[in-house]
């Protein structure tokens, strides 16, 4: 199988930046329309119909056999973190193109038609709040979606309008017009590297994903008094970063005596931010998630008791905002089992594993059944320029999904 074709592709697309000397690609960017235009090629050449939506999410469709027949979808995300590696998400992208490409060179038409999705946004990057693209791809962009605003003041609203050169509600309305329906899918699967150490201590290549951990994502504002750093007595203070700096310790330390619970207040702006005055506003992230809800809400409830309380102590106002609420989701049961048979025949043994990370899946899974493949990834390490999965492993993965195709197209023809 083409396991360099891929590797080059990874590579390629790689260097499509919006930094110099660094890989990131945020919605809606300069890169974000390069990666489409370069990744779309690559769908054509895949014998891909290749169109884009009107929220940047890219579409490659090759029809089945069978005009009856439904839609598999297949796909993930191709904007990245701030300093990212090259397989998050993007794998789940490329990976499925060279899959069909594979069969396309064997002659093997699937009696069913096939989706690639690469979508424009999932990481969260840009707006603080993630699944953007497939959200927008299904036509679930609320209000409140269009509402939120990125570090320079630009809305999503007003984003998507530039992009698309049309009104956002009627970008809304033309995606749930185009959007597909439950009855014509057979699922949606994706490719996604681990993340996570499992699949490296297993020894193992790649692994089935069972479920989702559910995720809750808020903007903290901490609003005190900004004031001189060497006339100001310590006791009359009211240092909004001292309340937010209290604030995220108490966070990690429920993290840490909650078992399977992972919180992080991942970034934090500092407001005036000289060295001679006392904080007067800080506003930052936090991100909370756990394989079960009841878990994520009795955690959120302590974190709220615990801002309330510091925030009296202090003297400091303090505000909430939502940006982002997923449940937990499980995989189906069906589309999981026909995935384990096929990395069973391809590597021996099949490992059930649980995802901490939030993937475009989540969004997918209101609309169909979903399944996803985990490929080993060196250290567990993501999210970070170093982040590695060998091509050895990524064979790995590609065989399972030729292999996931061909018995799909059994089960049909059954």
């Not at 300069?30 to 939506?53: C, I, Q, S, T, Y």
Request: glycine content about 10%.
């Amino acid at each position: 199988m083409k396991i360099d074709r891929l590797s080059g592709m990874l590579s390629e697309l790689g260097c499509v930046s919006d930094e110099p000397g660094k890989l990131t690609r945020t919605f809606l960017s300069p890169a974000m329309r390069r990666a489409n235009r370069l990744v779309g090629g690559w769908m054509k050449d895949a014998g891909l119909a290749v169109r884009e939506d009107a929220v940047g999410n890219l579409i490659g469709r090759i029809e089945g056999s069978d005009k009856k027949a439904k839609t598999l979808l297949l796909g993930s995300h191709l904007d990245t973190v701030r300093d990212a590696g090259r397989f998050d998400g993007t794998l789940g992208v490329l990976l499925p193109i060279v899959a069909l490409a594979e069969l396309k060179r064997r002659g093997v038409t699937l009696p069913f038609a096939v989706e690639v999705i690469g979508f424009s946004e999932e990481e969260g990057v840009r707006f603080a709040s993630a699944y953007i693209g497939s959200k927008g791809y299904l036509g679930l962009l609320t209000a409140a979606d269009l509402k939120l605003r990125d570090a320079e003041g630009t809305s999503v609203r007003k984003a998507i309008s530039e992009w698309s050169r049309g009104a956002p509600a009627a970008v809304v309305r033309r995606n749930a017009a185009r959007a597909p329906r439950p009855q014509d899918l057979l699922g949606y699967v994706e490719v996604h590297i681990e993340q996570g150490p499992v699949l490296e201590k297993e020894k193992l290549a790649v692994g089935v994903v069972s479920a989702i951990a559910g995720q809750s994502r808020f903007k903290l504002t901490w609003t005190g008094k900004a004031g001189h750093a060497g006339t100001t007595p310590m006791p009359l203070r009211h240092d909004a970063l001292a309340g937010a700096a209290e604030f995220t310790i108490g966070v990690e330390a429920i993290a840490r005596r909650t078992p399977g619970l992972v919180a992080t207040v991942g970034a934090l702006t500092v407001t005036p931010g000289a060295a001679n005055v006392i904080p007067g506003e800080v506003v930052h992230t936090l991100d909370v998630r756990h394989a079960r809800d009841a878990v994520r809400r009795s955690a959120l409830m302590q974190l709220g008791r615990l801002a309330t309380r510091i925030a009296r102590e202090r003297g400091l106002q303090r505000r909430w905002q939502r940006t982002q609420e997923n449940r937990a989701v499980a995989c189906s049961p069906a589309l999981t089992a026909q995935l384990g048979r096929s990395v069973e025949a391809a590597q021996g043994r099949s490992l059930s594993l649980v995802s901490g990370a939030g993937h475009d899946g989540v969004v997918l899974s209101s609309l169909t059944p979903i399944a996803m493949l985990f490929v080993r990834c060196h250290g567990g390490l993501s999210h970070h320029p170093d982040e590695y999965a060998s091509p050895a492993d990524c064979g790995v993965a590609l065989r399972v999904m030729v292999d996931f195709l061909e018995r799909m197209a059994q089960q049909h023809a059954r």
